[in-house]
């Protein structure tokens, strides 16, 4: 649909959503190149005009957190779902890795959890969000007697590292082969 123009089979309230959507989904895809991170890339790739973007957000930060929430929400229902019918430490192993990368592949403002942040010697967000789920995870293996190593700060710190990469690197037509490395990747740190 071109600028300025609406499906008009939609409600008002339905319209809201999606350009918001779009703005968020265009805000993502924009802010991890800072040099095309602006409000004006934004609106051009969602093809709406500033006032639109405006009326959504202060500034372009603030889409970007909004993005980056929205991305650790996806991620983290994503990572529940997978491990919802889990049981052995493998497959827990298997399931949050695969949530993980299959999300970071496929969704752009998930993927915003991979970039730097400002601040050089802060660690990125995604680090922040996975290392408790990789904790639990690592210490029901080890209750289970499949993991020997305790997922203490180190370790921790070197499987959240080695995740990083490989979701970095992994796109959607490679998931299947991300996931096992990463698996590997976490056996070799914790057993």
Not at 6 to 28: G, I, N
Not at 93 to 110: E, H, K, N, V, Y
Not at 155 to 169: F, Q, S, W
Not at 181 to 189: E, F
């Amino acid at each position: 649909m071109t600028r300025g123009q609406y499906d008009r089979t939609l409600s008002q309230a339905e319209r809201w959503a999606r350009q918001r959507a779009d703005v968020l989904d265009a805000v993502a895809l924009c802010a991890p190149d800072r040099r095309t991170a602006s409000v004006t890339a934004a609106c051009r790739r969602a093809r709406v005009g500033r006032n639109t973007f405006y009326a959504h957000f202060r500034d372009f930060a603030q889409a970007r957190r909004v993005a980056e929430e929205r991305g650790e929400n996806e991620l983290g229902l994503a990572v529940r779902r997978a491990l919802a019918d889990r049981n052995t430490p493998r497959a827990l192993l298997t399931g949050l890795c695969s949530a993980w990368i299959q999300t970071l592949a496929s969704d752009p403002r998930a993927r915003l959890l991979l970039a730097e942040p400002e601040d050089e010697t802060a660690r990125t967000r995604f680090a922040v969000v996975i290392e408790p789920m990789l904790a639990e995870v690592v210490e029901r293996a080890r209750r289970d007697g499949a993991l020997s190593k305790s997922a203490d700060g180190f370790r921790l710190t070197a499987a959240t590292g080695a995740l990083e990469e490989i979701a970095r690197r992994a796109a959607p037509d490679t998931v299947e082969s991300a996931t096992d490395a990463a698996v590997d990747a976490l056996l070799r740190i914790f057993r």
